[in-house]
């Protein structure tokens, strides 16, 4: 399956597919330096079948750290000095082998050596088949998450999903978190299909038919972006689940889907509240958990740590928290939510947690 | 005075007079923070005149230090994180207050800032009549100059000509190479006529008509930019006299364009070799005398230093050193100069400075 973006210039292919990388002879001849940017866990489980990267195209190769460690600053300056010792040229290409922590870090090197050099996704994970898609790039601030970046996009997102046979449970879950929220955007049908096609962790680790709900995740992402590329407006949506979401991921270092999974529960909750929406949290705490989301780290929630961070949402203007809330499945709107509403829905969150 | 780009879209205005600061108020209303960051040289004689941008605006104020010291990555990411520390949204705009490092600094932090905030280049030196206009924003690399950026365009700049009364003879001089530079690239009536306005280091000094020249400048590059943002053709010729200019100035710590003019006599050497031109070397070194620009240091020049940081140049091919040559005044094209032909060259320049 291949999509292509729809911009007025600068468009790029995004190949999802078995053996995907065959085509990746497409996208990288004629460069005269190839750079080859690979997640160390990644290049432990699949060496040989990224050989041909170096061997066929004499690409240099980087190592770099599994997860978001990867996305520090000291890192980010080490990786770009390492890179201009190398004495490249501006007609380079940085292929990106790894989850979304890899594609984010490779793409703001691009995005920064020689002032821009091209970029390609190979994302390994399901996370990535999100993250992977849009041009985001970046590393972490103390402040937050994703705070140091730009938009820039890949030149080609050339997705194998033979990839996904090495991923670990606990990945398959934190990148089904944006799977599952590409449908809750898209429709109350989508919803319904794929929690019964996924009833269970044993249905969900079998990844059956993964592919064609991959597939609608990047078509539903793909026809919001393109409106808007700046997340000036309607971009905002994607960020369901994810103003609580990131301060969870920051505070406990959990893996971003199995945060941005509490962060959903947590907006139906404030859904509830504040456009005075009808959703059966105990439904979705129920199928998370017959997942084996581990939630129960809820319990050891602190609402002040969360709220600092939240405050720091890049979504935020100078009015304090917006997040985006359902009004209803397939309905996603901004809000401005007070200190007040917040915390009584963090409160309402943990009356279902409580021992 | 005013220039507006001509881009396809994202245009912005270059405002260049006595008072153009007065102007500021059009482009800083409805952001909901701004954040002043200036040079510290320029903050101890302009204080008051840049007050209004805090009281009026409740601007944040970084000051920096003067010149390139402040584009080092630890700088970069101390200003980045104290940003970050300030909870700002993106509804931003950064106002960079100062030479070109300032302008160049703050455009970086402003590109990558919650992947990209507003900001406006306010230039306070001659020099950065150049390097304010084209949207180069940057940090340097312990391998080189800008090596790690982007291209990224400010919203407006504000060129007050009242800020050139403080100037130093010495930065002068270094803002001058570029005005010439400008000329040396347009034609040989604009050489004779500069040449004529300022022939020697009083008539300079006194700025008399500098407006006119700066202004000239500013059009033959945004000439230039405007067929090719991105440097992949004609934007090269902007790099004229740069190329051996940034490796003597990398090397001996000189004023940019100090360097740049030493770096143009060396270009009229490569063009009487390569291109069997005729320039009078002699003319152009009496002129620059004349100037008082500091030549001596040619005397000091090792040539397999330059050399190897002239090969770290962003121009350069996988066939080696690029070059921007004149062939003939107003006429620049962009050659593969090998190393023997380089070594020559330099040999030569010598041979003027030869106690």
């Given at each position: ?5 729809t911009y ?12 995907a990388?065959d085509?990746?002879?497409n996208y990288?001849?004629?460069y005269?330096d ?8 990644v290049d ?7 050989e ?6 004499g690409?240099?190769?980087?190592v ?8 520090s600053?000291s ?7 390492t890179?201009?010792s190398?004495?490249?040229?501006r007609?380079t290409c940085l ?10 870090f490779?793409g703001?090197?691009?995005a ?11 994302p390994?994970t ?9 041009g985001?790039v ?5 402040h937050?998450?994703n ?13 194998d999903?033979?990839?996904?046979d090495?991923l ?18 898209s ?8 929690e ?6 044993t ?5 059956n038919e993964?592919e064609?709900?991959?597939f609608?995740?990047?078509?539903t992402?793909?026809?919001?972006i393109i409106?808007d ?6 971009r905002?949506f994607l ?6 979401g ?26 509830n509240?504040?456009?005075?929406q009808d ?6 705490i129920?199928?998370l958990?017959?997942?084996n989301?581990?939630?129960d780290?809820?319990n050891?929630f602190?609402?002040?740590t ?9 979504k ?8 985006v809330?359902l009004?209803?499945?397939?309905h ?11 915390l ?5 969150l ?6």
């Amino acid at each position: 399956m291949k999509l292509e973006t729809t911009y007025k210039s600068n468009n790029y292919p995004i190949v999802v597919e078995h053996q995907a990388l065959d085509q990746l002879h497409n996208y990288i001849e004629g460069y005269q330096d190839i750079v080859l940017v690979v997640d160390a866990t990644v290049d432990i489980n699949w060496k040989s079948t990224l050989e041909f990267i170096t061997t066929e195209y004499g690409a240099h190769k980087l190592v770099i750290p599994s997860g978001e460690t990867t996305k520090s600053f000291s890192f980010y300056e080490e990786m770009m000095e390492t890179l201009l010792s190398k004495q490249l040229t501006r007609d380079t290409c940085l292929i990106a082998v790894g989850g979304g922590a890899t594609g984010d870090f490779t793409g703001f090197l691009a995005a920064t050596l020689l002032r821009g050099v091209d970029f390609i996704q190979v994302p390994t994970t399901i996370l990535a088949h999100d993250s992977s898609v849009g041009g985001k790039v970046g590393i972490n601030s103390k402040h937050g998450k994703n705070l140091i970046g730009a938009f820039y996009r890949p030149k080609a997102v050339i997705y194998d999903l033979n990839f996904l046979d090495t991923l670990p449970y606990s990945e398959v879950l934190s990148g089904y978190a944006e799977v599952y929220k590409h449908a809750l955007l898209s429709s109350a049908e989508a919803v319904r299909n794929i929690e019964t096609q996924f009833p269970n962790a044993t249905a969900l680790a079998s990844l059956n038919e993964i592919e064609y709900y991959i597939f609608k995740g990047i078509e539903t992402k793909l026809n919001i972006i393109i409106k808007d590329e700046k997340e000036t407006n309607v971009r905002k949506f994607l960020n369901l689940g994810h103003t609580f979401g990131h301060a969870v991921e920051y505070t406990f270092k959990i893996p971003h889907g199995h945060a941005v999974m509490i962060g959903m529960i947590y907006q139906f909750i404030v859904a509830n509240q504040q456009l005075n929406q009808d959703f059966d949290i105990a439904h979705y705490i129920d199928y998370l958990s017959a997942l084996n989301y581990p939630l129960d780290i809820i319990n050891t929630f602190e609402f002040e740590t969360l709220y600092h961070l939240m405050l720091k949402d890049k979504k935020n203007d100078q009015q304090g928290v917006q997040m985006v809330l359902l009004d209803g499945i397939g309905h996603p709107v901004v809000k401005h939510v007070d200190k007040e509403a917040l915390l009584q829905a963090y409160t309402t969150l943990l009356t279902y947690f409580k021992k």
